[in-house]
Structures are given as structure tokens and as C-alpha cells.
């Protein structure tokens, strides 16, 4: 098992930028998938990038060309660029982590807020 923090989230205005962090308590070199969901009030929870263990990433559609998913192995940390942000994006977002027939880990959450 592996646990995930998140960090950076916060209030920002609508066309701004944020970084999301997500450290993990060990290493993630052999994470199968890893990557960023949220959850806006009253709606389900929903991907928002993530990569596998090949490098393939995988973006919803409405954060396209404006959120980067990226990783870096030595600090065991993944990051959420988030750009050009909107009201719409606004929800609790959180860090999973899956390896095969072994664990599924979520971390606890950050707040992102975008005002209009």
C-alpha cells in the first residue's frame, strides 16, 4: 500500500493557474496507473488525467490543452498543472494510485475553488 498527499489547492480566479502535488510514501516507478480524479458537490466522482506505467496519458475531455499531468520519480510526486482554470472546475481533487493485484490508494483531497 501506498499513501498519497495532496497539496496546492486553494482559490483562484477564473483564467488563473494553479499546481497540484501528489506525494507518495513510496516509490511509484512500478505504479501501474496514477493520476488526478474530482469530485464537484453533488456530482460523481470523474477522471481528470492520469498516466500508466508506459507513459501513456489520458486527459478528460474538458481539461484538454489546459491541465499537464506530469511525474517526477526521484521525489515519488505527480503534478497537476491547471491552466486557464474555470468556475466549472471547481471540486475536491484526488491523487489514486493502483498497482496490479496489489493496491488501489486514494489520498485525502485538496479543495480547488475558481471564482468567476
Known amino acids: 500500500q501506498v499513501q498519497l498527499v495532496e497539496s496546492g489547492g486553494g482559490l483562484v480566479q477564473a483564467g488563473g493557474s494553479l499546481r497540484l502535488s501528489c506525494a507518495a510514501s513510496?516509490?511509484?516507478?512500478?505504479?501501474?496507473?496514477m493520476g488526478w480524479y474530482r469530485q464537484a458537490p453533488g456530482k460523481q466522482r470523474e477522471l481528470v488525467a492520469t498516466?500508466?506505467?508506459?507513459?501513456?496519458?489520458n486527459y478528460a475531455d474538458s481539461v484538454k490543452g489546459r491541465f499537464t499531468i506530469s511525474r517526477d520519480n526521484a521525489k515519488n510526486t505527480v503534478y497537476l498543472q491547471m491552466n486557464s482554470l474555470k468556475p466549472e472546475d471547481t471540486a475536491v481533487y484526488y491523487c489514486?494510485?493502483?498497482?496490479?493485484?496489489?493496491?488501489?490508494?486514494w489520498g485525502q483531497g485538496t479543495q480547488v475553488t475558481v471564482s468567476s
Open positions: 498516466f500508466t506505467r508506459g507513459g501513456i496519458t
Open positions: 489514486r494510485a493502483i498497482r496490479y493485484a496489489d493496491f488501489d490508494s
Open positions: 513510496g516509490s511509484i516507478v512500478s505504479i501501474n496507473d
